[in-house]
């Protein structure tokens, strides 16, 4: 049986949910090759939206392909050049042997190592080293433009989770040279997903590739409405019943969050015979909040005191934290102490900035800290 719900993956076609308006939007500047940032905390779909937005692109403009770089396990320079790399060889070969002759054709004074997994081009490896990427790093940062112009296609290049750069020795650098060279490019488009840390808030807003020529879009939850009314279909699709109350607490339990909506619909799912309850979600939800309680309490552990009290003012739902009543209130030293615990948690994704206001970003982590957590203080 295929997958009812999918929450560990891209979820693309009957696993994506709404976003619409943003599909609409992203697949035409895909088409147009216009530079693109799309913010949004962690698991909010953005590279699902990706994805599923280079669909509807590709059916529009067939002479487009798509180069996909992710990032969210990188923390060197050296390695994201090898990732750059791999994702436009795939992006352009089909088959190995023209792996193979791509690397003979764009690589002549120095060659990368290559090795494939399996048969497919999708278990492509490259592999340098350092002191050749490091004396050819503007014809690297060059390459997606070099390809594009000799075989006439148009290239998307999609970085994905771009803030994890922020690991690097020298992040500002590296950003800085990207910004600087795809600002000349043609025939290329590049996609960036982040979350939206301070470096990468810095360089799409400052940048003229963005600031000038491309769009920056902030992605906000979906509703409630869309999240019940998938969560019901999905259920539908495998002859199994959930009415719109129960679909809808599904939703509003997972705070609208995509991948955490899936998780949690999927293990109703399971424990549903033939109808989900009430129960069966509540029931759901604690089995999901112990599993990831040893998690939880490591990453508690981490914390300094002063970031744990402001994660107890977020809880509780303070929307002014610097104000001397909620400093008092929630054992905070100071503003400036409620400002640098803000800045650790937004960096460690913790908590994340909606409309302005700050929230867990995890809400099954929400709930282990409400109603275990905080309780046994």
């Not at 089909?94 to 081009?121: A, H, M, W």
């Not at 490019?185 to 020529?213: N, Q």
């Not at 906000?220 to 409405?225: A, E, L, N």
């Not at 293990?267 to 009430?278: A, E, G, I």
Request: net charge neutral; with cysteine.
């Amino acid at each position: 049986m295929d997958k009812i719900f999918n929450y560990n993956g891209i979820a693309q076609d009957i696993h994506f949910v709404g976003r619409e308006t943003e599909i609409k939007k992203l697949s035409s500047d895909f088409v147009f090759l216009t530079n693109t940032a799309i913010l949004a905390p962690q698991g909010w779909g953005k590279s699902s939206l990706v994805r599923q937005a280079a669909k509807v692109a590709f059916h529009k403009e067939r002479a487009l392909r798509f180069a996909y770089v992710d990032l969210s396990n990188v923390r060197n320079e050296e390695r994201f050049y090898e990732l750059l790399v791999c994702g436009i060889l795939r992006a352009v070969s089909s088959t190995q042997k023209e792996v193979l002759d791509n690397v003979g054709r764009y690589f002549t004074g120095f060659r990368p190592r290559i090795s494939f997994g399996s048969d497919s081009v999708d278990s492509l490896y490259v592999d340098f080293d350092w002191e050749d990427i490091r004396r050819n790093q503007d014809y690297l940062v060059d390459l997606p433009c070099t390809v594009a112009k000799d075989k006439g296609i148009k290239l998307v290049v999609c970085i994905e989770d771009l803030h994890a750069v922020s690991f690097f020795s020298d992040p500002d650098t590296l950003l800085q040279r990207f910004g600087q060279r795809w600002k000349s490019h043609k025939g290329v488009a590049y996609c960036i997903t982040s979350s939206p840390l301070s470096v990468i808030e810095k360089f799409v807003s400052s940048t003229p590739m963005f600031f000038r020529f491309g769009d920056i879009l902030r992605l906000g939850k979906i509703s409630t409405s869309e999240m019940a009314a998938f969560v019901r279909e999905r259920f539908a699709d495998s002859a199994k019943f959930i009415d719109i109350d129960n679909a809808t607490l599904i939703a509003e339990l997972a705070e609208n969050h995509p991948q955490c909506v899936q998780q949690l619909a999927h293990q109703s799912w399971l424990v549903s015979s033939v109808v989900c309850s009430r129960e069966i979600i509540l029931q759901a939800h604690e089995i999901l909040v112990d599993q990831m309680g040893l998690v939880y309490e490591n990453l508690t552990a981490s914390l300094t005191t002063q970031q744990l009290c402001y994660l107890h003012a977020v809880l509780a739902g303070e929307t002014v934290i610097s104000t001397s009543e909620v400093l008092h209130r929630h054992h905070i030293t100071s503003a400036t102490s409620a400002s640098r615990s803000k800045t650790a948690l937004l960096e460690k994704g913790l908590v994340c900035s909606i409309d302005g206001r700050i929230s867990i970003a995890d809400p099954f982590y929400a709930s282990w800290l409400r109603t275990r957590y905080f309780v046994k203080k």
